[in-house]
Every structure is written in structure tokens, then in C-alpha cells.
């Protein structure tokens, strides 16, 4: 029902700044949830950002906190997640996920839908 598509990751020095895009396709976009999750070399998937299908709800995790700020526009279809003050350890695969307003927001399984992921990489 909903394919979603990362952008904007790339290379970065630390303490720079990068906005990534998930860019969704499908008419009942604005009825998801949605999540940003990364991953980096060797270690689990961990969340790192949730908006709410209406925007009025965002939640982070703690090491992402006064850093990065979420939000989407759903008249263009997409989430945003704008990082500031970058640092080394950020580095990862971005991926955003959509799913219904019921799921658990930190939890990567209660996702349904998926993109590909964007590689951020952030320098010292």
C-alpha cells in the first residue's frame, strides 16, 4: 500500500548538519505513523525518531534529543529528520518505516512498510 523512498544522506564532518527525506508513495500516506530507525556496521537496528500520521506527536531517542527534529509534510508525502550536530557515531543506514498509529513506536517489527535506507556518514 505505501512504498517509501530515503534521500539526502551522504558525507558529512562532525558537527555539520544533513536533512534526510523519506519520500512516500500512496494515496493513504497521511494515515501513518512513522519511524526512523539506523543501523550501523555490527550492531542492531535502534530507533531514532517517531511522528505521529498527523505530525502533532514526535518522540526521540535520547541520544538523538536537541540534535535531530522530525516532522513531515503530508500534502507531499513525506518525513523529514533533520540532523544537527553531528557526530562520528551517528554514522549509519537511515531508514524510515511507515505503520499504523497503534504500533509501538521504538520497536522496528511493528512496522509494515519499509524503504531502502540512505547512508549517512558523519567524519571527525
Known amino acids: 500500500q505505501v512504498q517509501l523512498v530515503e534521500s539526502g544522506g551522504g558525507l558529512v564532518q562532525a558537527w555539520g548538519s544533513l536533512r534526510l527525506s523519506c519520500l512516500a508513495s500512496?494515496?493513504?500516506?497521511?494515515?501513518?505513523?512513522v519511524g526512523w530507525f539506523r543501523q550501523a556496521p555490527g550492531k542492531e537496528r535502534e530507533f531514532v525518531a517517531y511522528i505521529s500520521s498527523g505530525g502533532s506527536t514526535t518522540y526521540y531517542a535520547d541520544f538523538v534529543k536537541g540534535r535531530f527534529t522530525v516532522s513531515r509534510d503530508n500534502a507531499k508525502t513525506t518525513v523529514y529528520l533533520q540532523m544537527n550536530s553531528l557526530k562520528p557515531e551517528d554514522t549509519a543506514v537511515y531508514s524510515c518505516?511507515?505503520?499504523?498509529?497503534?504500533?509501538?513506536?521504538?520497536?522496528?517489527?511493528?512496522?509494515?512498510?519499509w524503504g531502502q535506507g540512505t547512508q549517512v556518514t558523519v567524519s571527525s
Open positions: 518505516g511507515a505503520g499504523s498509529s497503534y504500533l509501538r513506536r521504538t520497536y522496528y517489527g511493528d512496522y509494515d512498510y
Open positions: 500512496g494515496r493513504t500516506f497521511s494515515m501513518y505513523a
